[in-house]
């Protein structure tokens, strides 16, 4: 589900510098890194299960016999949402097909259902050669809508700050650069007072019952400084984990620009992976990213700043 009304945005009024965070932006990233699909352990049994109701090249059994009217009916509306611009009166022949199978009677045995025309054949000669079922192309992209999503930034100009800023400058992007800088931790687990904190949830999918897939954005504010992470977290039971976190810090200054901390830190890990290392391979067992982040190894790891402008 995607929560496109649901926000966060953090602004520099003096210099008008812009960093948010929402769903459509992050969506923009899954769509240009494209990884491929992830298989659940279920797959295989499904692939099996098609090509055995499709006439498949797998092995066929009494289960698997195409005869009667709610059968067709059944792969017809299959194939009708796959292709609405079949014409009805293929419907139609596919009804009359089965009547007419249906009169020859029971088959002496299991072998000679599949001497007379396939489901898929039937479809093909009388929709007029469309694609049969199990040729179709199946969707392939990334439905755990993994993301590299950092956030957004801009900064805007308001017309009222300056006369002299024109249209082109109105709205820019800001430049993130690399640097060896870290975090100070420290002061963060200090007792210092939380003046506001808010979690904003983006997106999350269960995978149609097969783990968990979130995007969510946390930030509190102190009386010296401001932290923020951002947390794509990905759980494909039996398969995958896949963790994503973007902390930004950012320290208040009196005499000079704030500069602004970023840390990107992406840990990924299967299974497989997990159980050889002698954690368990129960999904139950890892449901909250934080306590199970240490043992994801990490594949990716940098840290930038932003050095906000100066005030208009």
């Known amino acids: 589900m995607v929560f496109g009304d649901s926000s966060l945005a953090l602004k520099h009024i003096n210099s008008g510098t812009k960093i948010h965070f929402n769903a459509f932006d992050a969506l923009t990233g899954w769509k240009e890194e494209a990884l491929p699909p992830v298989e659940v352990p279920a797959a295989a049994k499904w692939k099996f299960r098609r090509g055995r109701w499709f006439g498949g090249d797998e092995p066929k059994s009494p289960r698997c016999r195409m005869r009667g009217v709610p059968q067709l009916l059944l792969a017809w509306k299959q194939v009708e949402e796959a292709d609405p611009k079949v014409p009805y009166e293929s419907h139609e022949a596919l009804i009359a097909t089965s009547a007419a199978r249906e009169s020859v009677g029971p088959a002496s045995s299991v072998e000679d259902h599949f001497d007379e025309p396939s489901l898929p054949s039937v479809l093909s000669s009388q929709a007029g050669g469309m694609t049969k079922p199990f040729q179709q192309a199946i969707l392939n992209y990334d439905y755990t809508f993994t993301i590299p999503y950092c956030g957004s930034e801009t900064r805007e100009i308001s017309e009222q700050l300056g006369s002299d800023v024109t249209s082109d400058e109105g709205n820019c992007c800001l430049y993130w650069e690399d640097c060896n800088e870290q975090i100070d931790v420290a002061a963060l687990a200090s007792k210092e007072p939380i003046l506001f904190y808010d979690e904003v949830i983006l997106y999350e999918d269960e995978l149609a019952d097969n783990g968990v897939s979130l995007l969510t954005v946390k930030v509190r504010v102190m009386p010296t400084s401001w932290f923020l992470l951002l947390r794509f977290w990905l759980r494909v039971d039996g398969v995958l984990m896949r963790l ?51 043992r994801l190894p990490m594949i990716m790891h940098k840290t930038q700043k932003l050095k906000i402008p100066g005030n208009l």
Do not use: H
């Open 244 to 294: 994503r976190d973007t902390r930004m810090y950012c320290v208040f200054a009196t005499s000079t620009p704030p500069i602004i901390l970023r840390e990107i830190c992406w840990r990924e890990a299967t299974f497989q992976d997990l159980s050889a290392k002698g954690y368990s391979s129960d999904s139950a067992a890892y449901n909250d990213p934080s306590i199970i982040s240490q």
